[in-house]
Each structure stands twice: as structure tokens, then as C-alpha cells.
């Protein structure tokens, strides 16, 4: 049976809680993508932008699919090769970051470039869940997927402040 959105969203909360995520972390991030351009954003700003993305069911399926496979993994419950390939975090498997893509997809091309800096420069919880060699887990997935998670919650942000481009000033 498919659960209601209000259980999924429980669900996809309690699974980001569970690995160690909490949505203030994630709000940083908004909040260091968006201070350059918006003088006045407030971490109260952020957290709910964060939580209005989470409430879409699309990133909600890809938070519980990118961590059960980061789980099974942990628990060596995958064929190999993608046992090891998910293990080790290849560099060349990008299939993480097209799970990751698909929650930033959600809010426009702001989107793209905002995960492309994450991904690349791997700040703060980013840096700490891609930390794989000192720890027992796995979070091949659930780095991109906060990653992703900001990227997307500060496209939300520029785009209900458009007065921050220079353009529309």
C-alpha cells in the first residue's frame, strides 16, 4: 500500500534523523548559498524553505530510496560489483548524484549550479556524511541528497526574492 504524503513525509523525516541529519544543518547551507545575494535571510528563512522541499513527494522518495540503498550496502546486502562500487563511493558510478538531481530538477537551473558547488566543495554536514573512510557507514546517496535538499531549498529562496539580481533592480 502506497502511505498517505503526511506518512511519507514522517517517514523521510525519521530516515534523515535516524543517518544523523538534522534540518538545521541543511538550512546552513541555504544559508551560506544565499547570504552573497540576499543581506537579510534569516536561518528561520532557510529551515522552512528546507522543509517546504522535503514536503514534495518526489524528494521524499528519493531521500527513502538513496537511503535504504546506502543502508543495504552497510549491511552488505548487495551483489557485487555494485556492493563495492557503493561501498567505496567510485567516483565514475554517478547514479548518486542522478537521485540527487532529480529533487534539485524540482526548482529550475539555480538549482543545477547551487548542487554543483555543493557537490564539488562538500561543506559542512556535505563534508562529514562523504567522510567514508573513517566510518562503518555508507552515505554514498545521503550526501548528495542534502546536497541536493539545500541546492533546492535555495533555488526557492532566489526565486521568491527576485529582487536580488541585479537585473530586476
Given at each position: ?14 530516515r ?9 544543518e541543511?538550512a ?35 531521500i ?6 546506502d ?8 551483489s ?12 565514475l ?5 542522478i537521485?540527487?538531481?532529480?529533487i ?17 566543495t ?6 562529514r556524511?562523504?567522510?567514508h ?6 552515505h554514498?546517496?545521503l ?6 535538499i ?20
Amino acid at each position: 500500500m502506497v502511505q498517505s504524503g503526511s506518512e511519507l513525509h514522517k517517514v523521510a523525516l525519521k530516515r534523515l534523523k535516524d543517518r544523523g541529519v538534522t534540518l538545521e544543518e541543511i538550512a546552513e547551507l541555504v544559508y551560506d548559498l544565499q547570504k552573497p545575494y540576499l543581506s537579510e535571510i534569516t536561518m528561520e528563512l532557510c529551515l522552512d524553505n528546507v522543509q517546504a522541499v522535503i514536503r514534495k513527494r518526489e524528494v521524499q522518495n528519493a531521500i527513502l530510496t538513496g537511503i535504504e540503498l546506502d543502508v543495504l550496502c552497510e549491511e552488505n546486502k548487495l551483489s557485487s560489483p555494485l556492493q563495492e562500487i557503493i561501498k567505496e563511493d567510485e567516483g565514475l558510478y554517478g547514479i548518486d548524484e542522478i537521485l540527487a538531481l532529480s529533487i534539485v530538477n524540482v526548482y529550475g537551473s539555480i538549482g543545477f549550479t547551487n548542487y554543483g558547488f555543493l557537490d564539488k566543495t562538500k561543506p559542512k554536514v556535505i563534508s562529514r556524511l562523504d567522510d567514508h573512510k573513517n566510518t562503518q557507514e555508507t552515505h554514498t546517496f545521503l550526501d548528495d541528497i542534502v546536497g541536493a535538499i539545500a541546492a533546492a531549498a535555495a533555488s526557492r529562496v532566489a526565486h521568491d526574492n527576485p529582487e536580488i539580481s541585479d537585473v530586476m533592480k
